[in-house]
């Protein structure tokens, strides 16, 4: 601990905020503050942020966030507004397997990578497909952990389509587990929401044999 402190008291980048101090979450920092903090991470990792390596990499990483939590500037309920009444009778569920997980552990920042499939059984109206993987998009490009983005994506759909079922399927692997601590690889999660219609035993079973194929 003296040596953190040491480190602090002598690195103008370096910071402690009381745990008195309420800190806002509502104004994000600046890009100069976003390209300082990497600069400061650099240094923390043992490298030299000046040298010519290093030099554009705050500005590189500060894009690549920009990519990686853009869920967090997408709004589901815009998402989700517009559905078809025009659907001919059709009233069987709509699948979508294998839809690409791209997501960030919130606990080590590092890459959660799988698939989803989901489903819904529609009441009268149906939304445009490209929208539900939007959906999938919205919530892993945040910092999440699998169960929670599995949760959130039942909840938007049920929410905003009010379907009569919602089934969500992710099987995804974390690199928290595979580059760091146990270091076991190739550690599948499934995480899965089954809710209304999809609760049924037949239901899930229909779903199970098509996402199977």
């Not at 966030?65 to 009444?85: K, M, S, W």
């Not at 974390?174 to 146990?182: D, E, I, K, L, P």
Request: glycine share 6%.
């Amino acid at each position: 601990m003296d040596a953190v402190l040491d480190r602090i008291d002598h690195d103008p980048e370096l910071k402690v905020v009381s745990q008195d101090t309420e800190i806002s979450t509502s104004k994000r920092p600046s890009r100069a503050e976003a390209e300082a903090a990497v600069r400061t991470l650099i240094r923390w990792a043992g490298d030299d942020p000046t040298r010519e390596g290093l030099i554009d990499t705050p500005k590189r990483v500060t894009k690549a966030y920009e990519e990686f939590f853009e869920g967090y500037d997408q709004d589901p309920e815009e998402i989700l507004a517009r559905t078809f009444d025009e659907v001919a009778g059709y009233d069987d569920m709509v699948v979508l397997r294998g839809i690409r997980v791209e997501s960030h552990c919130e606990h080590h920042m590092v890459p959660v990578q799988g698939t989803a499939h989901v489903a819904y059984m529609p009441n009268g109206s149906v939304v445009g497909i490209s929208k539900l993987a939007r959906i999938v998009e919205t919530y892993s490009k945040r910092l999440q952990t699998q169960e929670t983005m599995t949760a959130q994506i039942a909840d938007a759909i049920e929410k905003y389509l009010d379907p009569k079922g919602v089934a969500i399927v992710i099987d995804a692997t974390h690199q928290c587990m595979s580059c760091r601590g146990v270091k076991h690889q190739n550690v599948y999660t499934i995480t899965r929401q089954f809710r209304g219609c999809f609760k049924e035993a037949d239901q899930e079973r229909r779903f199970w044999d098509l996402v199977r194929g």
